[in-house]
């Protein structure tokens, strides 16, 4: 059983940035592709980046260019860093550890990003 916790959320004005950092325990976090997922009010929850064991990333379109995600095995945390933020990116945002080979789905508690002036 893995435990992800989210830390990192805040209000930010536009333009801004955040970084957001995920802590897992439980596991072994290298054999875990991590994601970012996020979700708006009255949306469905959606991926906004995605980091393999192997450190392949993949971002949602909406992203590319202003979110960086990154993980750090030694420290078992998935990061993400947000530039050029939009009043847009305002959502809950969730870290998930997936092993596909296990069947194995993790999903933290999220931590909000309100990005308005």
């Known amino acids: 059983q893995v435990q992800l916790v989210e830390s990192g959320g805040g209000l930010v004005q536009p333009g801004g940035s955040l970084t957001l950092v995920c802590a897992a325990s439980?596991?072994?976090?290298?054999?875990?592709?991590m994601g970012w997922y996020r979700q708006a009010p009255g949306k469905q929850r959606e991926l906004v980046a995605v980091?393999?064991?192997?450190?392949?990333?993949n971002y949602a379109d909406s992203v590319k260019g202003r979110f960086t995600i990154s993980r750090d095995n030694v420290k078992s945390t998935v990061s993400l860093q947000m530039n050029s933020l939009k009043p847009d990116d305002t959502s809950e945002y969730y870290c998930?550890?997936?092993?596909?080979?296990?069947?194995?789905?993790?999903w933290g508690k999220g931590t909000l990003v309100t990005v308005s002036s």
């Open positions: 998930n550890a997936r092993c596909e080979l296990f069947s194995w789905d993790y």
């Open positions: 439980g596991g072994i976090f290298s054999i875990y592709d």
């Open positions: 980091i393999t064991t192997g450190s392949k990333t």
